[in-house]
């Protein structure tokens, strides 16, 4: 592989001429840069990845931890990322933490030594039921930014990437409300998360503003059969005409358990999700949705932590940013 001392000997020029050429340095007159580049492309040059690591102290190389690699949401976030860390030359890591705060935390241990500039995670589900925040800020001491989104913790003074969870059951309580629905059931099966709180708190809201209306809240475990859980949720309360599920499964399952119990999606029950484009092609009718931006997210988180790599100190300035969700109406609405 040809280095940059062979490129100069054979240029005539010094190695460090040919460094600030293939940056494009203004330093350097634009018929020697055609010389340099001309040359390197001739040789197929690619510089030594290691080396400028060492010597500018960076990795030019992003963490990311996420929950669940099954998740499609966050699988679509990961996409985001990686597509946008691309055009500004930084490489991504992954580390799945199962969920689990342990896993969590020796992620962030593995890679705060030395191989990444920052990170982007999501917090795990365990990590936010503990309500542990000590290994976010251990590592955002060490001099390495952290980029939180979907679920944040609130306490770790860090960037942040959010959707308008609160709003967008809101939102869509009221849509079904103007339907004259009576009996909206609030289906959730992540109850323990942030996002799955504040979700169930925009729906109550909108309930209780409505006079005369209850909330009604079905919590789903994960040793529970979602199935099974949903199904006998309908028969215990008959009178049940809209659904708002916090996630995609309970959406897709309640419009199939309603029709499996001779209701008419949308004429006798509307339901609505959190869920991508993809998740409502799932059901008959198509389900309507509360669409997340998930590579959007993805891509908003990068543009943080990146800017912050190459302008900011780590706790300087701390931003969040809200995405805006988009209620997309299909079938199993009127």
Do not use: W
């Not at 290691?50 to 699988?75: E, R, Y």
């Not at 991504?92 to 920052?118: F, H, M, P, W, Y």
């Amino acid at each position: 592989m040809v280095t940059l001392k062979q490129l100069a000997k054979e240029l005539n020029v010094s190695i460090s001429t040919v460094s600030k050429a293939l940056n494009n340095s203004e330093e350097i007159g634009e018929e020697t840069i055609k010389r340099v580049k001309e040359l390197a492309a001739l040789y197929q040059y690619k510089p030594n990845k290691v080396a400028l690591s060492l010597k500018q102290n960076k990795t030019k190389t992003i963490g990311v931890i996420i929950p669940d690699i099954l998740n499609h949401f966050l699988a679509k976030v990961l996409f985001g990322i990686e597509r946008e860390a691309v055009k500004y030359g930084y490489n991504i890591i992954t580390c799945i933490s199962n969920e689990s705060l342990e896993q969590e935390k020796e992620g962030l241990r593995l890679l705060a030594n030395g191989s990444v500039d920052g990170f982007i995670l999501s917090v795990a589900e365990e990590t936010q039921e503990k309500k542990e925040i000590e290994h976010f800020k251990r590592t955002i001491s060490q001099g390495l930014p952290i980029v939180m989104f979907d679920r944040v913790a609130h306490d770790v003074l860090c960037d942040k990437v959010i959707v308008d969870d609160y709003d967008a059951t809101y939102n869509a309580t009221k849509s079904l409300l103007q339907e004259k629905r009576k009996n909206i059931v609030f289906i959730t099966s992540i109850d323990g998360l942030s996002v799955g709180k504040l979700r169930e708190r925009g729906y109550t809201k909108a309930i209780l503003e409505n006079n005369g209306n209850q909330p009604m809240v079905l919590k789903i475990k994960k040793k529970d059969d979602q199935q099974k859980k949903i199904m006998s949720f309908f028969k215990k309360n008959k009178n049940i005409d809209g659904v708002i599920a916090a996630d995609s499964s309970s959406g897709i399952i309640a419009i199939n358990t309603a029709i499996k119990l001779g209701l008419k999606v949308p004429k006798d029950i509307s339901v609505i999700g959190f869920a991508s484009k993809s998740d409502s092609y799932h059901t008959i009718p198509q389900l309507t949705t509360i669409r997340q931006h998930a590579k959007e997210i993805g891509a908003q988180a990068a543009q943080m932590l990146i800017n912050r790599l190459q302008n900011k100190p780590v706790e300087e300035d701390v931003k969040t940013k809200i995405v805006k969700t988009s209620l997309i109406k299909s079938k199993s609405t009127l």
